[in-house]
């Protein structure tokens, strides 16, 4: 299957921690890849594969996987993390991939 | 820096044919594969199409396979997407990404690209 799930909302109280999922069958083959997209900007990548961060994204985002759901992880969320939550894989045969429905974060 | 700029949206009546660039700089593009993804306005995002570093392979999403295709001059270091038989539902605005670890690592700003009659 081609699809990856994400809750469309989560709430985070400001300093606090919050977990964002991503659910497929592509993610027992693949890592899953987050991004970061604020109103009128473009998706930022936030953290990918096993274990990495890009450079210049806070050490507060943190990736995990098991079996076959992906999380990410904001441990002391700040107002400026309050964005839309993607994840991405690849599926198949690795030569495409599939973007989750997307997680709209608040932080309250 | 990485720089993606994407260029050649605009408005077009269904049916019609569109060409989009994205010129690279801030890396060696003829090392790297790239991406187009698109996003409806209010809409999650979608892959599109990704073109191999020497432009030897070609996939597409099965929403635009035989409809567009995505090409790269790397003299020039420009990707393309040719977008032909353009439906309502292309509407979108559509991001060129670089391909790194497996992640679309940097992106455009992006281009809107409007179907309508």
């Known amino acids: 299957s081609s699809e990856l799930t994400q809750d469309p909302a989560v709430s985070v109280a400001l300093g606090q921690t919050v977990r964002i999922t991503c659910q497929g069958d592509?993610?027992?083959?693949?890592?899953a890849n987050w991004y970061q997209q604020k109103p009128g900007q473009a998706p930022v990548l936030v953290f990918y594969?096993?274990?990495n961060r890009p450079s210049g994204i806070p050490d507060r985002f943190s990736g995990s996987s098991s079996v076959n759901t992906a999380s990410l992880t904001i441990t002391g969320a700040q107002a400026e993390d309050e964005a839309d939550y993607y994840c991405?894989?690849?599926?198949?045969?690795?030569?495409?991939?599939?973007f989750g429905g997307g997680t709209k974060l608040a932080v309250l | 820096q990485v720089q993606l700029v994407e260029s050649g949206g605009g408005v077009v009546q269904p049916g019609g044919s569109l060409r989009l660039s994205c010129a690279a700089s801030?890396?060696?593009?003829?090392?790297?594969?790239m991406h187009w993804v698109r996003q409806a306005p209010g809409k999650g995002l979608e892959w599109v199409a990704f073109?191999?570093?020497?432009?030897?392979?070609?996939y597409y999403a099965d929403s635009v396979k035989g409809r567009f295709t995505i090409s790269r001059d790397n003299s020039k270091n420009t990707l393309y997407l040719q977008m032909n038989s353009l439906r309502l539902e292309d509407t979108t605005v559509y991001y060129c990404?670089?391909?790194?670890?497996?992640?679309?690592?940097?992106w455009g700003q992006g281009t809107m690209v409007t179907v309508s009659s």
């Open positions: 990404a670089k391909n790194g670890g497996d992640a679309f690592d940097f």
């Open positions: 801030g890396f060696i593009f003829s090392s790297y594969g």
């Open positions: 073109i191999r570093y020497d432009g030897s392979n070609k």
């Open positions: 592509s993610l027992r083959n693949y890592y």
């Open positions: 594969g096993k274990t």
């Open positions: 991405s894989s690849r599926y198949g045969s690795g030569n495409h991939w599939v």
